[in-house]
């Protein structure tokens, strides 16, 4: 059973950045699909990025495109996610995920492809 630590989240400032890194330990993610979920308070918790674990392969949430980046590192047991132009809706707890090895959009984009979560970590974005 792998576990999965997220670390990074905090107060942040609109338009400006922050890293999250899940650590996992107790078995290695390399070949299992990464990903990142948030959930804001009263709302359904939705996905944000994935990536594959030959790291050629990314997915990204439309509301994320072109400002959040996801990379791993397979040797270090280790995935983060680098937050750019972040924005006030950005603001929720964020979770790791590790899921299965397959990379399908309609199965990766959606909780139940992940078998392991981490307990998550608050951002939140001032205005």
């Known amino acids: 059973q792998v576990q999965l630590v997220e670390s990074g989240g905090g107060l942040v400032q609109a338009g400006g950045s922050l890293r999250l890194t899940c650590s996992a330990s107790g078995r290695t993610i390399a070949r299992r699909v990464m990903g990142w979920f948030r959930q804001a308070p009263g709302k359904e918790r939705e996905f944000v990025s994935a990536m594959h674990w030959d790291v050629d392969s990314t997915d990204y949430a439309d509301a994320v495109m072109g400002r959040f980046t996801i990379s791993r590192d397979n040797v270090k047991n280790m995935v983060s996610l680098q937050m750019d132009s972040v924005k006030p809706e950005d603001t929720a707890t964020y979770y790791c995920?590790?899921?299965?090895?397959?990379?399908?959009?309609?199965?990766?984009?959606?909780?139940?492809?992940?078998?392991?979560w981490g307990q998550g970590t608050q951002v939140t974005v001032s205005s």
């Open positions: 995920a590790a899921g299965g090895g397959v990379w399908i959009e309609s199965l990766r984009r959606t909780g139940r492809f992940y078998g392991n």
